[in-house]
């Protein structure tokens, strides 16, 4: 039971660590979840305190996802199926952290760092497909969903090995979108931040500081 358990819990504890959250409070002393989008993920912590913070946290992110693939499944099962299921539970980790009374962030780079794992051009054509729509259109969030549901397509195609499991990869990339239907309807609305629309960071930090 401990062999199927164990990596399981640990995908999951390693996907709820709350990258966002953690760099808010320790860089700028703020709850990001006060602040821009009030999201936990990568992009709001681009839009609240730039770049510089963002990439890291980001490229973190990927890594909570790569991680369970590796390094954690192998402890599991035997199952051709387990790397992706600890993947999941990664996703899951991330989007729903308990650190963060279960709200976490909408969950792509973590999907990314599972699928870099598991099939690596397929994710490598899926970032030229997130860029591409990302700075044609100027929302991230139009560029995650896009690529969200290109990705399963593009593992049956390049990845045999993760044919057989292509529902779950269905499941995960409509789950993404699931996770973007605040975006998609601010979307629809014409309300979306754009990219590269920063926040007042100088407020940001008075906030923080507790004045006027």
């Avoid at 952290?97 to 792509?108: A, E, L, N, P, T």
Wanted: some cysteine.
């Amino acid at each position: 039971m401990f062999e199927l358990v164990g990596p399981l819990v640990g995908s999951y504890f390693v996907g709820a660590i709350p990258t966002s959250y953690l760099a808010g409070k320790l860089i700028r002393g703020i709850d990001l979840r006060e602040h821009g989008s009030k999201n936990l993920g990568a992009t709001n912590v681009y839009r609240v305190m730039g770049a510089k913070v963002a990439v890291p946290v980001g490229l973190f992110d990927v890594f909570k996802g790569a991680v369970p693939v590796l390094w954690l499944a192998p402890f599991g099962p035997s199952w051709s199926s387990f790397p992706l299921i600890c993947g999941i539970a990664a996703i899951l980790g991330h989007v729903f952290s308990i650190f963060v009374r279960f709200k976490g962030g909408k969950g792509v780079a973590t999907a990314g760092g599972v699928v870099i794992a598991l099939a690596p051009v397929a994710i490598l054509i899926c970032l030229g497909i997130w860029g591409g729509v990302t700075f044609s259109s100027g929302y991230v969030s139009l560029g995650s969903i896009t690529a969200a549901l290109a990705y399963p397509g593009l593992v049956y195609w390049l990845t045999p090995a993760q044919r057989p499991f292509i529902l779950m990869h269905v499941i995960i990339a409509l789950a993404l979108v699931w996770f973007r239907r605040a975006n998609i309807g601010r979307l629809r609305a014409g309300t979306e931040n754009r990219f590269g629309k920063r926040g007042n960071t100088d407020a940001v930090r008075a906030n923080a500081a507790g004045k006027p």
